[in-house]
């Protein structure tokens, strides 16, 4: 939570929604905004007198007396975007998912991945200063010990990249989970492409 302006900044990545509660004199005006994606959670209000009000979906909105339970009030995008301005240019970019595959007990990328990492490089190169987490993974093919020391091996050779590529050795991790977390669940010793990966997460 954030207060900037006598604007109160809040952001729950979990509902995919923004809320934002400004005062203005003696009011205070509450809006549910989407994500990039156009997705919205929903917000309950509980003030300190009277009853809770839900606000649901996107520019949902109200407005109240400190203090006192809000009203539901019919705001424009334009003019919750307007009143809350300031507000949303600080807010900080949503996080940033990207899944690269491997070939089978390799460190090397799979063609398409290989041509995927130019596009992932230049979606981390608009942030000013990024924050990168690698966590490699294997299939169930070979010894738990085995795919242990394969997904760090691959968690690090990403790593290495990212670092040769000027983003600070200091904002990049590497982790390895082996076998233990697959994206799609198998039998033991089964060979399956889509779980010889690394995730990377960008904040």
Request: charged share 30%; hydrophobic share 40%; with cysteine.
């Amino acid at each position: 939570m954030m207060r900037r302006g006598g604007i109160q900044l809040v952001s729950d990545l979990s509902l995919v929604a923004l809320l934002l509660a400004g005062c203005a004199g003696q009011r205070e005006t509450y809006a549910v905004l989407p994500d990039a994606k156009g997705q919205a959670g929903s917000l309950t209000v509980t003030p300190k007198e009277g009853a809770p009000v839900k606000l649901n979906g996107a520019y949902a909105s109200a407005v109240g007396k400190p203090g006192s339970a809000p009203e539901a009030a019919k705001l424009s995008e334009e003019e919750i975007k307007a009143a809350f301005a300031e507000a949303l240019s600080a807010r900080p970019d949503a996080p940033l998912r990207f899944t690269l595959y491997f070939k089978e007990g390799s460190d090397e990328l799979t063609p398409d991945s290989a041509k995927e990492l130019e596009r992932v490089l230049a979606e981390i190169r608009k942030r000013p200063a990024p924050d990168l987490i690698i966590v490699g993974h294997t299939d169930r093919v070979g010894l738990l010990a085995d795919n242990d020391r394969l997904a760090l091996k691959r968690a690090e050779k990403m790593r290495g990249e990212m670092v040769r590529q000027g983003l600070p050795a200091d904002s990049v991790q590497a982790a390895g989970r082996g076998e233990r977390e697959p994206l799609v669940p198998t039998a033991d010793e089964v060979a399956e492409a889509r779980n010889r990966r690394v995730e990377m997460l960008v904040r």
